[in-house]
């Protein structure tokens, strides 16, 4: 099936430092999303983006929807311990129910 | 509000065997979508089912199942299993999953083991 292109695929970082990572897609999609998925649990919403060029903050997360439409990117300011997990980026070119994940990026801090 | 509730959480099966997984979705939640998720593969999107009746599908063999009752929870089944089936399967819902800014909320998933 199809996936979105999202690095990087693995990232360690000290606690306290910027992450910043991104997914990209040959297709145009009408949502973004992004997900965090700790071991044994589901994904969990982080930031939906629904505009071409949105930025959207939660916290210490900031996501931006691409103006082509075709790319978004997760950025993540000073780091905390439980920050760890693997980050998915979700779009959509439908409906809502429907979407395609990226390959996800596993963060991994240290103290 | 609860959230979308999966069970069971873990199941053992061999090859041949079927299976049926159940999901309740956040209450008022009408959607329902059924996604597989495996090391290889990745998140990948089985179907969605909406007032009782299947409305998208993903590209997975028939051997996968699913239906959804009156009161939004569903199942899904796969029979003849494989030893490729083995992954997690999360059950995902949302008010209704057409409107393009709607939110899908997850459950913890069931993970299948195919022995």
């Known amino acids: 099936g199809q996936q979105l292109n999202q690095s990087p695929q693995s990232m360690f970082i000290q606690e306290g430092e910027d992450v910043s990572m991104n997914c990209t897609s040959s297709s145009i999609f009408n949502t973004w999303l992004w997900y965090k998925q700790d071991p044994g649990e589901g994904p969990v919403l982080l930031i939906a983006l629904y505009k071409a060029g949105e930025l959207t903050s939660n916290g210490r997360l900031t996501a931006q929807f691409g103006i082509t439409r075709k790319d978004s990117f997760l950025n993540i300011s000073a780091s905390i311990p439980s920050d760890v997990g693997i980050y998915f980026c979700a779009g959509t070119t439908g409906t809502a129910s429907k979407l395609t994940f990226g390959t996800g990026t596993r963060l991994q801090v240290t103290l | 509000k609860a959230g979308v509730t999966q069970t069971p959480r873990y199941l053992i099966k061999t090859r041949g065997q079927q299976v049926t997984l159940s999901c309740s979705p956040i209450?008022?939640?009408?959607?329902v979508s059924w996604y597989q998720q495996t090391p290889g593969q990745g998140l990948q999107f089985l179907f969605e089912y909406f007032s009782e009746t299947q409305r998208n599908k993903g590209n997975f063999p028939g051997r996968f199942s699913g239906r959804q009752f009156s009161n939004s929870r569903s199942e899904m089944n796969v029979s003849t299993l494989e030893l490729g089936d083995s992954a997690l399967y999360l059950c995902?819902?949302?008010?209704?999953?057409?409107?393009?800014?709607?939110?899908?909320?997850f459950g913890s998933g069931t993970q299948l083991s195919v022995l």
């Open positions: 995902a819902s949302s008010t209704d999953g057409q409107a393009t800014n709607e939110k899908l909320f």
């Open positions: 209450s008022g939640h009408r959607s």
